[in-house]
């Protein structure tokens, strides 16, 4: 009878406890926080782009909508991107941040599930016959084979939830934060190759000049012989050639730093067969211009204000943590198993073995730690807010200044070609003067030096041109029209190993 009532309590209780796991997981799974509504705070800047321009007007396409293999169709330019891609040690790092974070969401969204661990044991333990009472001594012993649950936390007023919640977004905010230097990385990669493709350009000009300018000191050495040439005019040409030498120089250091900087970026070595082509500084970029769209824009767009809000939303839900600090913690310690003292009848029937320790804990006194850390997570979330709306301003600023560059960058290389051109036809006339012995040496080299300032300035004015629009589409975001990671891209992320 006494076994009867034992098993039927028994399976009484475990009914019961299965009854109540299943309304605590519940419960748990549906249940609310602490944490105060979320409210995307107003953004603090203009509605509108105070510059005017071309790039400015409406349209429904935005510089997100813009792959970075559509803006850069130059086949080597896009080989080099994607070996920056491949071999970046910042892009990996920012990869491994994401895979970091995506473990230790994991981590935090376990503790919403009880861990079910199963146990089994051996005690032995001898007794001597002076403290025996059967006066007997003796080896005893026990077996026990437990399935159980330790220490569970009920997370009934979200305490566990809002730590999951802050977790995620941290998640979240590390992959945007991979997105922004994924554009940085592109951007620079590109602008780095501009650089280098325009300092080819200068070399190649400075070599050019440099050969030009010894053509002429030769043909003055000669008429100087011939009497035909004064010392001076031999002087001054000699002067002009060694000048055009140290440019030269220059723009062979110029060149071989550059290509330094852009291994760098690249993680690897530039192939020579991956240098940009001569005067291949104008058909680089594939677009001439950037829609600009609105500020608004910028929310949805930019990585670096998408991490900013992620980390302003885990601030926010870290605040229903420390509310949830101040109410009672109620925890759960549970197993079911076998016990017996000899192993052979471990199974036999009558070995069935429970505990059930449920456990509560209330702050009563603390001396201000709970109030503290709520107040600090307040302060947290304030200056999480504050770094949102600088972020903000930061775009907004960037943006401003490429579009203000935008509007008058066009037109000075409209000039700049105008005026090479001027300078162009000034040599040439020059030069049959010259030769008519109807103009001066010195209105020569004066023509020489316009002429290859007015080219010098040329291959600049492309290369602000050209970076300009490289500037303008990183600063809006470019290239990332995509979905944004969410919390069911943790069990999917790509960075997973």
């Given amino acids: 009878m006494n076994a009867f009532l034992t098993n039927s309590y028994s399976h009484s209780f475990v009914n019961r406890s299965r009854l109540l ?24 800047v203009a509605t509108q782009w105070s510059t005017l321009s071309n790039t400015s007007n409406p349209s429904t396409k935005t510089a997100a909508d813009i792959g970075w293999q559509d803006l850069f169709t130059d086949p080597k330019l896009r080989q080099v991107i994607q070996l920056s891609l491949d071999n970046n040690r910042d892009l990996r790092i920012a990869a491994l941040n994401i895979e970091k974070a995506q473990a230790q969401y994991r981590i935090q969204r376990a503790d919403l599930l009880p861990s079910v661990n199963i146990s089994g044991s051996e005690s032995a333990q001898r007794t001597p016959a002076s403290i025996s009472y059967t006066g007997f001594g003796g080896v005893s012993r026990s077996y026990s084979l437990n399935v159980g649950v330790s220490a569970y936390e009920l997370d009934l007023f979200g305490r566990v939830r809002s730590l999951k919640e802050k977790a995620l977004q941290s998640y979240l905010s590390t992959e945007e934060t991979r997105r922004s230097t994924h554009i940085s990385l592109i951007s620079e990669v590109a602008g780095s190759y501009l650089t280098l493709a325009s300092d080819q350009d200068l070399q190649q000009l400075a070599h050019e000049t440099l050969r030009s300018r010894q053509q002429a000191y030769d ?23 060694e000048n055009a030498r140290v440019e030269a120089l220059n723009t062979d250091k110029l060149v071989m730093t550059d290509r330094n900087s852009l291994e760098l970026l690249l993680g690897t070595s530039l192939p020579d067969t991956l240098l940009p082509a001569p005067g291949a500084l104008t058909t680089l970029l594939g677009a001439s211009e950037i829609p600009s769209g609105l500020p608004s824009d910028l929310l949805h767009n930019r990585p670096d204000i998408l991490a900013a809000e992620h980390d302003l939303i885990g601030a926010n839900a870290n605040i229903g943590a420390a509310r949830a600090a101040f109410f009672p913690s109620i925890s759960l310690t549970t197993s079911i198993g076998r016990a017996s003292n000899e192993l052979s ?44 709306e600088k972020s903000i301003q930061t775009a907004f600023r960037e943006v401003a200044d490429a579009l203000a560059d935008r509007s008058v960058v066009s037109e000075k290389l409209v ?69 944004h990671p969410t919390a069911d891209s943790v069990e999917k992320s790509p960075y997973k190993q």
Avoid at 21 to 44: D, F, H, K, N, W
Avoid at 219 to 241: F, Y
Avoid at 359 to 365: D, K, N
């Fill in 219 to 241: 043909l003055q050495r000669r008429l100087t012989d011939v009497g035909k040439s004064s010392q001076l005019e031999l002087r001054q040409s000699e002067g002009e050639l």
């Fill in 21 to 44: 796991s299943i309304i605590v997981l519940t419960s748990v799974l549906t249940g609310c926080t602490m944490a105060p509504e979320y409210q995307r705070p107003v953004s603090p």
């Fill in 345 to 388: 009848s471990l199974f036999d029937s009558g070995g069935r073995s429970w505990s059930f320790s449920p456990q509560i804990t209330i702050p009563l006194f603390d001396s201000g730690r709970l109030q503290a850390q709520l107040d600090t997570s307040k302060v947290e979330r304030d200056i999480a807010v504050a770094e949102y």
């Fill in 415 to 483: 000039a700049q070609r105008k005026r090479t051109e001027a300078a162009q036809a000034s040599y040439d006339l020059v030069q049959l003067q010259y030769s008519n012995e109807v103009a001066s040496y010195l209105e020569v080299l004066d023509a020489q030096r316009t002429l290859y300032s007015a080219q010098q300035a040329l291959i600049q004015s492309e290369l602000s041109h050209k970076s300009n629009l490289i500037t303008l589409y990183k600063v809006l975001g470019g290239g990332w029209a995509q979905s």
